[in-house]
C-alpha cells in the first residue's frame, strides 16, 4: 500500500494526535445527547445544528472584538435557554411519543436553524481566529495548533464539571431519578416537567460549548450539523447511554477514524466515511444482537 | 383480484382521461405537472414500507439517486465514452441522434428500475434487521453517505455535477420535451398505481401490516418476517429508481448532493407528503402529495428565501400536530365511510365512562 500515510510514521502521530484531541470534542457532544436521550427518550437531529449555532455565537463575539474563547462561558448561557425554549415550544409535545416522530420533529427544528444561521450568518465558511500558535514537537515535524489543545481541555473541564453536578446537586439527582423512572419520579415529588426542560436545555448548553471551542479549532459553516448528530448518534450507540468512560473513549475512537480516513481516502471522502461508519456499525450490532435473536433497542 | 366496483371505473377513467388531457389543458405547467407524477409515486411507494411495513425510512432517497445516475450513464455510456463526456462538460462534444436518445433513455430506465431493486435486495437483509429509529437513522446515513461518495467520484462528474443528454435537437416542437416527460411519469404513476391497489387487496399487505403491528407475533404466527420486508423494500426501490430516473432527464443536470441524492428536499418530501396525507392508506399519499406540491410552488415563489424555514416549521406542524394525516382525520370524523362498523351503545357507554 502507498499511501504517504504509511510511509512517514511522523503523519500516523500527527494523525493521532488530532484524532484524539477532536474525539474529546466529539465525546462531549455524545454526552449532551447520551443525556437527552436516555433522560427523554428522545433522538435530537438538531444536535448537530445547535452545535453550530453555539459556535455561530462565539463567532460574533469575536467580531464584535472580544476572544472568542469567551465563548465557552457566555455560548453555554445563551444555548441553555435556546434549549429550554425549543423544550417549551416543540419538544414537550413529543416526549411520550413514538421515537420516529421526535427524529421527524428534530429534523424539522434543525432545517429552521440552518436556513435562519444561513440568513444571518452567510453561507461562507468561517472561523474565529483564537492566535494561541502551535506548538511543534518531534523536530518540527508534527505540529499542534494550542487552540485543540487548549479546547480538548475545556471539554475534559466541563465533562467533569457536570458529572459531580449530576451526582451532587439536587437537580442532578432529580434528572437521574427521571431517567430512571419517570413515572417513580413524578409520584414521589420530582417535577419531571423542569426536569426535561433544564434536561434538554443543559443538552443544548454542552453543545454551545462544543460550538465555540469548534469555531476556534475547525471551521463553520451553516449546513454542516448533520455530521456531528450521526457523529455523537454513532458515539452513543457504540458506548451506551449513561456509561462516561465509555463515551469518552469511543469519541477519541471515532476522532482517530476520522484524521486516517482523512490521510488514507482523502478529504473528499471523510463525511462520507463517516456516515458509512454509521452503517457498519449499526450492521454490525444487528447481526452480533440476532444470533441471540435480538435486536437493537 | 376482486371486479372492479362501477363507481371505481368511473373515477378511474375519469382520473386518466384527466391526466391524459393535463398537459394540453394546463400547457404553461407541464413541468409542475411532471414534478407531481412523480412525487406521487415516490409518496405512494414510501408508504408502501413507511406506512404499510412500519419501517420508517429516510434512505429511499439512494435509489432515487441511484436511479437518476444509472439512467444518465447508460443513456451517455451506451453510445459515447462516459469518461470523455463527463470531462467535456457533456453536450459540447457528443450529440445524440433521435433515436440514440430515445434507445438510451429507455434502457436507461430498465437499467434504473432494476439495479436499485436489487441493491435493495442485497442490502435489505442487513439493513432491515434494524428495527425502529434505527432503522430510520441508518437509512438517513445511507442516503447522505451515498451523496458524499458519489461527489467524490470522477467518472460520473464528482462535484461538478453531471449534465445528462440533452433532447434531441431534430424534433423541432417546443412542446414535445414537456410531453414526452410528462406521459413518462404518467404512465409510471399509473404503474404505480395499478402496482399498489393490486398489494392492497392481497394477502401480501396483511402481511406487511402484521409486521408493522408486531413483528414479533407476526414471526411466532411463522410468518418469514425478513422475506417480507425485502420484498416490500424492494417493491418501494424499483420505483423510486423509475423516478429517479425521469427526473434526471427532466432537469437536465445532476449534482450529487442537490439533485441526486437530495436528502434535504426529495428526501424528507416523501416522508411529509405520505405523512400528510395519511400514513397506510391508498389514497392518502397521493392526496398528500397533491396537497404538498400545490403548497409548494403557490406558496415557494411568495416566501422566497424562506422556504427552507418555511418547510421546517410544516414539517414539525404536521408531525406533532397532524401525525395521522388527513386520511387519519376523516377516519375519525366520517368512520363508517371508511367501512367501520360503530356499536351506539357500545360508543354511548365509552363517554359515560369517561
Given at each position: 500500500?502507498?499511501?504517504?500515510?504509511?510511509?512517514?510514521?511522523?503523519?500516523?502521530?500527527?494523525?493521532?494526535?488530532?484524532?484524539?484531541?477532536?474525539?474529546?470534542?466529539?465525546?462531549?457532544?455524545?454526552?449532551?445527547?447520551?443525556?437527552?436521550?436516555?433522560?427523554?427518550?428522545?433522538?435530537?437531529?438538531a444536535?448537530?445544528?445547535?452545535?453550530?449555532?453555539?459556535?455561530?455565537?462565539?463567532?460574533?463575539?469575536?467580531?464584535?472584538?472580544?476572544?472568542?474563547?469567551?465563548?465557552?462561558?457566555?455560548?453555554?448561557?445563551?444555548?441553555?435557554?435556546?434549549?429550554?425554549?425549543?423544550?417549551?415550544?416543540?419538544?414537550?409535545?413529543?416526549?411520550?411519543?413514538?421515537?420516529?416522530?421526535?427524529?421527524?420533529?428534530t429534523?424539522?427544528?434543525?432545517?429552521?436553524?440552518?436556513?435562519?444561521?444561513?440568513?444571518?450568518?452567510?453561507?461562507?465558511?468561517?472561523v474565529?481566529?483564537?492566535?494561541?500558535?502551535?506548538?511543534?514537537?518531534?523536530?518540527?515535524?508534527?505540529?499542534?495548533?494550542?487552540?485543540?489543545?487548549?479546547?480538548?481541555?475545556?471539554?475534559v473541564?466541563?465533562?467533569?464539571?457536570?458529572?459531580?453536578?449530576?451526582?451532587?446537586?439536587?437537580?442532578?439527582?432529580?434528572?437521574?431519578?427521571?431517567a430512571?423512572?419517570?413515572?417513580?419520579?413524578?409520584?414521589?415529588?420530582?417535577?419531571?416537567?423542569?426536569?426535561?426542560?433544564?434536561?434538554?436545555?443543559?443538552?443544548?448548553?454542552?453543545?454551545?460549548?462544543?460550538?465555540?471551542?469548534?469555531?476556534?479549532?475547525?471551521?463553520?459553516?451553516?449546513?454542516?450539523?448533520?455530521?456531528?448528530?450521526?457523529?455523537?448518534?454513532?458515539?452513543?450507540?457504540?458506548?451506551?447511554?449513561?456509561?462516561?468512560?465509555?463515551?469518552?473513549?469511543?469519541?477519541?475512537?471515532?476522532?482517530?477514524?476520522?484524521?486516517?480516513?482523512?490521510?488514507?481516502?482523502?478529504?473528499?471522502?471523510?463525511?462520507g466515511?463517516?456516515?458509512?461508519?454509521?452503517?457498519?456499525?449499526?450492521?454490525?450490532?444487528?447481526?452480533?444482537?440476532?444470533?441471540?435473536?435480538?435486536?437493537?433497542? | 383480484?376482486?371486479?372492479?366496483?362501477?363507481k371505481?371505473?368511473?373515477?378511474?377513467?375519469?382520473?386518466?382521461?384527466?391526466g391524459?388531457?393535463?398537459?394540453?389543458?394546463?400547457?404553461?405547467?407541464?413541468?409542475?405537472?411532471?414534478?407531481?407524477?412523480?412525487?406521487?409515486?415516490?409518496?405512494?411507494?414510501?408508504?408502501?414500507?413507511?406506512?404499510?411495513?412500519?419501517?420508517?425510512?429516510?434512505?429511499?432517497?439512494?435509489?432515487?439517486?441511484?436511479?437518476?445516475?444509472?439512467?444518465?450513464?447508460?443513456?451517455?455510456?451506451?453510445?459515447?465514452?462516459?469518461?470523455?463526456?463527463?470531462?467535456?462538460?457533456?453536450?459540447?462534444?457528443?450529440?445524440?441522434?433521435?433515436a440514440?436518445?430515445?434507445?438510451?433513455?429507455?434502457?436507461?430506465?430498465?437499467?434504473?428500475?432494476?439495479?436499485?431493486?436489487i441493491?435493495?435486495?442485497?442490502?435489505?437483509?442487513?439493513?432491515?434487521?434494524?428495527?425502529?429509529?434505527?432503522?430510520?437513522?441508518?437509512?438517513?446515513?445511507?442516503?447522505?453517505?451515498?451523496?458524499?461518495?458519489?461527489?467524490?467520484?470522477?467518472?460520473?462528474?464528482?462535484?461538478?455535477?453531471?449534465?445528462?443528454?440533452?433532447?434531441?435537437?431534430?424534433?423541432v416542437?417546443?412542446?414535445?420535451?414537456?410531453?414526452?416527460?410528462?406521459?413518462?411519469?404518467?404512465?409510471?404513476?399509473?404503474?404505480?398505481?395499478?402496482?399498489?391497489?393490486?398489494?392492497?387487496?392481497?394477502?401480501?399487505?396483511?402481511?406487511?401490516?402484521?409486521?408493522?403491528?408486531?413483528?414479533?407475533?407476526?414471526?411466532?404466527?411463522?410468518?418469514?418476517?425478513?422475506?417480507?420486508?425485502?420484498?416490500?423494500?424492494?417493491?418501494?426501490?424499483?420505483?423510486?429508481?423509475?423516478?429517479?430516473?425521469?427526473?434526471?432527464?427532466?432537469?437536465?443536470?445532476?449534482?450529487?448532493?442537490?439533485?441526486a441524492?437530495?436528502?434535504?428536499?426529495?428526501?424528507?418530501f416523501?416522508?411529509?407528503?405520505a405523512?400528510l396525507?395519511?400514513?397506510?392508506?391508498?389514497?392518502?399519499?397521493?392526496?398528500?402529495?397533491?396537497?404538498?406540491?400545490?403548497?409548494?410552488?403557490?406558496?415557494?415563489?411568495?416566501?422566497?428565501?424562506?422556504?427552507?424555514?418555511?418547510?421546517?416549521?410544516?414539517?414539525?406542524?404536521?408531525?406533532?400536530?397532524?401525525?395521522?394525516?388527513?386520511?387519519?382525520w376523516?377516519?375519525?370524523?366520517?368512520?363508517?365511510?371508511?367501512?367501520?362498523?360503530?356499536?351506539?351503545?357500545?360508543?354511548?357507554?365509552?363517554?359515560?365512562?369517561?
Open positions: 500500500m502507498d499511501f504517504l500515510i504509511f510511509k512517514a510514521p511522523m503523519l500516523m502521530v500527527q494523525a493521532s494526535l488530532d484524532g484524539i484531541l477532536l474525539g474529546i470534542l466529539f465525546a462531549l457532544i455524545a454526552y449532551g445527547m447520551a443525556l437527552q436521550w436516555g433522560v427523554m427518550n428522545i433522538i435530537n437531529i444536535q448537530g445544528d445547535l452545535v453550530i449555532l453555539g459556535g455561530y455565537i462565539a463567532y460574533t463575539m469575536y467580531l464584535a472584538g472580544i476572544h472568542p474563547a469567551w465563548g465557552v462561558i457566555v455560548s453555554p448561557i445563551i444555548m441553555y435557554f435556546v434549549g429550554w425554549a425549543l423544550y417549551k415550544l416543540v419538544i414537550n409535545k413529543v416526549v411520550d411519543r413514538d421515537l420516529f416522530i421526535s427524529i421527524l420533529a429534523f424539522g427544528i434543525a432545517i429552521v436553524f440552518q436556513q435562519l444561521m444561513n440568513f444571518i450568518f452567510g453561507a461562507d465558511v468561517v474565529a481566529q483564537s492566535e494561541y500558535g502551535t506548538t511543534m514537537l518531534f523536530d518540527n515535524s508534527v505540529t499542534l495548533p494550542n487552540s485543540k489543545i487548549f479546547s480538548a481541555f475545556i471539554s473541564l466541563y465533562a467533569i464539571a457536570l458529572v459531580v453536578y449530576m451526582k451532587k446537586s439536587r437537580l442532578g439527582r432529580a434528572i437521574r431519578a427521571t430512571q423512572n419517570a413515572r417513580a419520579a413524578k409520584i414521589l415529588g420530582v417535577d419531571t416537567e423542569k426536569v426535561y426542560a433544564a434536561t434538554f436545555g443543559i443538552n443544548a448548553a454542552l453543545c454551545g460549548i462544543a460550538g465555540a471551542l469548534i469555531s476556534i479549532t475547525l471551521t463553520l459553516h451553516p449546513y454542516v450539523g448533520l455530521p456531528y448528530t450521526v457523529r455523537s448518534f454513532m458515539i452513543v450507540i457504540v458506548a451506551g447511554l449513561g456509561n462516561l468512560p465509555a463515551v469518552a473513549i469511543s469519541g477519541m475512537g471515532l476522532g482517530l477514524f476520522e484524521e486516517f480516513a482523512d490521510y488514507i481516502l482523502g478529504t473528499e471522502f471523510r463525511i466515511a463517516v456516515f458509512m461508519l454509521l452503517v457498519f456499525i449499526l450492521v454490525y450490532r444487528r447481526f452480533k444482537l440476532s444470533k441471540k435473536r435480538e435486536y437493537l433497542k | 383480484m376482486t371486479a372492479i366496483k362501477q371505481d371505473l368511473i373515477l378511474y377513467s375519469g382520473l386518466i382521461i384527466l391524459l388531457v393535463a398537459p394540453f389543458l394546463f400547457s404553461a405547467f407541464k413541468v409542475q405537472l411532471t414534478y407531481l407524477c412523480v412525487l406521487i409515486v415516490l409518496a405512494m411507494t414510501w408508504n408502501l414500507q413507511g406506512g404499510e411495513m412500519g419501517y420508517n425510512s429516510f434512505g429511499n432517497i439512494l435509489f432515487y439517486g441511484l436511479g437518476m445516475y444509472l439512467t444518465a450513464s447508460v443513456q451517455v455510456g451506451m453510445f459515447f465514452p462516459l469518461a470523455e463526456w463527463t470531462e467535456s462538460g457533456g453536450e459540447k462534444t457528443f450529440v445524440h441522434t433521435t440514440q436518445y430515445f434507445q438510451g433513455i429507455g434502457v436507461g430506465l430498465l437499467v434504473a428500475a432494476i439495479v436499485p431493486t441493491v435493495a435486495g442485497a442490502i435489505g437483509y442487513a439493513i432491515l434487521g434494524l428495527r425502529g429509529h434505527y432503522f430510520a437513522i441508518c437509512t438517513l446515513g445511507l442516503g447522505i453517505a451515498a451523496g458524499e461518495i458519489a461527489g467524490g467520484i470522477e467518472i460520473i462528474g464528482a462535484g461538478q455535477g453531471f449534465t445528462t443528454p440533452p433532447f434531441p435537437a431534430e424534433i416542437d417546443p412542446e414535445a420535451r414537456g410531453q414526452f416527460f410528462y406521459f413518462l411519469s404518467f404512465l409510471v404513476l399509473v404503474l404505480a398505481f395499478v402496482f399498489v391497489k393490486y398489494i392492497y387487496g392481497s394477502r401480501f399487505r396483511l402481511i406487511l401490516n402484521a409486521i408493522r403491528d408486531n413483528e414479533d407475533k407476526a414471526e411466532a404466527m411463522g410468518i418469514q418476517t425478513m422475506k417480507y420486508k425485502i420484498v416490500g423494500w424492494m417493491c418501494s426501490a424499483f420505483f423510486c429508481g423509475l423516478a429517479g430516473g425521469i427526473m434526471g432527464g427532466l432537469i437536465g443536470y445532476i449534482d450529487s448532493t442537490d439533485v441524492f437530495d436528502g434535504r428536499e426529495m428526501g424528507v416523501m416522508v411529509l407528503m405523512i396525507g395519511g400514513k397506510g392508506t391508498l389514497w392518502g399519499p397521493i392526496i398528500g402529495a397533491t396537497l404538498f406540491h400545490f403548497f409548494k410552488e403557490g406558496l415557494w415563489t411568495f416566501i422566497l428565501g424562506w422556504q427552507y424555514v418555511a418547510l421546517g416549521v410544516l414539517i414539525v406542524v404536521i408531525v406533532v400536530y397532524f401525525p395521522e394525516g388527513l386520511m387519519g376523516l377516519r375519525e370524523k366520517y368512520p363508517e365511510r371508511f367501512g367501520e362498523v360503530i356499536d351506539e351503545k357500545d360508543r354511548k357507554a365509552q363517554v359515560e365512562l369517561k
